[in-house]
């Protein structure tokens, strides 16, 4: 079974920088892709961003310009780099990977516990 650990979250003034790390660990896993979610209080879970294995990026247009998620495929982490850091990006942090368990080719979600980051003066 993978486990998905997040570290990093904090309080961190508007304008500000916060870098978020995720570590997924386990046996005989392959990580297909890494991503981050948000969820404020009173909203649902959103898509924050991915990377695959390859280095692909996805993010929302919200964090665009802002946010970027870089993967180390030698040790399972995933980062997140916030800069220009907002109120309205306050939110639980969520990190997620998706793997397969060889020679299974079915994929397979592991979610992290969540890591506060709080935008205010």
């Known amino acids: 079974q993978v486990q998905v650990v997040e570290s990093g979250g904090g309080l961190v003034q508007p304008g500000g920088s916060l870098r978020l790390s995720c570590a997924a660990s386990?046996?005989?896993?392959?990580?297909?892709?890494m991503g981050w979610y948000r969820q404020a209080p009173g909203n649902q879970r959103e898509l924050v961003g991915t990377?695959?294995?390859?280095?692909?990026?996805n993010y929302a247009d919200s964090v665009k310009g802002r946010f970027t998620i870089s993967l180390d495929n030698a040790r399972n982490t995933v980062y997140l780099q916030m800069n220009s850091l907002k109120p309205e990006d306050t939110a639980v942090y969520y990190c997620?990977?998706?793997?397969?368990?060889?020679?299974?080719?079915?994929?397979?979600?592991?979610w992290g516990q969540g890591t506060q980051v709080t935008v205010s003066s």
């Open positions: 997620n990977a998706a793997y397969i368990v060889p020679p299974s080719p079915r994929l397979v979600g592991a």
């Open positions: 990377i695959t294995q390859s280095g692909t990026t």
């Open positions: 386990g046996s005989f896993f392959v990580v297909s892709s």
